[in-house]
């Protein structure tokens, strides 16, 4: 990548740095100081030390987002330029080939960095945060900006949104996906809290918060869009203008269905998917989601 002498002073923190640059626009591509400045905050990101989205008590949902942080990754994606990045070598030819921001490289990882990455066509890209403890069976994928805490396991065919804040102990199942936001800066990501088990075949998207030792059983899809039927209390959960959609501690949710109940899909004997909160977590449920405390 070119590196040319700074153009712009920077000012005194990270902070103030990155919204200095993220202004400058096209001004900043080629500058030295821009770089280091990414890369100071993609070193942050990675220790898990500066996040994207994180708990606040003070705040309506109980996190804030960290727009600023999110306009410092865009700022990595504005300054890399396109860099081949070969895999494996054998006998001085490379088995693969990618290409992609040179700002954001695949991450690498030391066994004393106590992650398991089991062998098969994983990727972590750089500026995504793995806690120790946590173990990725393949292929999954954590992009930049991701929080992911202690002890939680990416199944295979997972996908961890840009900036998604995952916590401790979570189970996200095969082919779970959790969707991811940038843009706008503002916008919250989807957060799955402590304890909660992500089922096979999920999708959870658009900011949506899954609370601690919340369960969706297999096949469940939350966006901001999606009425949550709770058959327990008689409630119907929705996002708002201002608020997203917010699955409450310790929930069950199954997928279900519910009878279109006006026009035409009426008169044609329709129904819609519909996420249904059929009980609250139980002894059942715990002997239910015990799935693999062997194989840590
Ligand atoms: C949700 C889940 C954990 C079951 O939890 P549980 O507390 O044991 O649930 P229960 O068996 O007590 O069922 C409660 C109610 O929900 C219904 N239900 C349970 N799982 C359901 C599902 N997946 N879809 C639709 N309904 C479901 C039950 O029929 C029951 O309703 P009923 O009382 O009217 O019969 C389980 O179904 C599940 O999805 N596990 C995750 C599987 C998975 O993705 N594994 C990943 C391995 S990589």
Known sequence: MKIETQEIPPTETLEQNIELWFK??????????????????RAALEAGTLRSAEPDASAPTGW???????RGILLGFRLGALEEMNGCQ??????????????????????????RIVPGGSSVRSGAHLARGVVMMP????????FVDEGTMIDSHALVGSCAQIGKRVHLSAAAQIGGVLEPVNASPVIIEDDALVGGNTGVYEGTIVRKGAVLAAGTILTRG?????????T????????????????VVVPGSRAVTSG?????????????????????????????DLLR
């Open 139 to 146: 292929p999954a994928y954590v992009n930049a900006g991701a």
């Open 64 to 70: 804030r987002v960290n727009a600023w942080v999110k």
């Open 236 to 251: 119907v959960l929705r996002a708002s203008a201002d608020a997203p959609l917010i699955i409450p501690e310790r929930a």
């Open 264 to 292: 035409h899909g009426k008169a044609m004997g329709l129904s819609v998917y519909t996420p249904v909160i059929v009980k609250y977590r139980d002894e059942k449920t715990d002997i239910s989601t015990a799935l693999e």
């Open 24 to 41: 400058a626009g096209a001004a900043a591509v080629g500058s030295g100081d821009a770089l280091a400045t990414f890369l100071e905050l």
């Open 90 to 115: 054998a006998a001085g030819n490379s088995l693969l080939s990618f290409v992609d921001k040179a700002t954001y490289p695949a991450r690498r990882f030391a066994a004393s960095d106590g992650i």
């Open 226 to 234: 999606t009425p949550v039927y709770d058959v327990v209390n008689g």
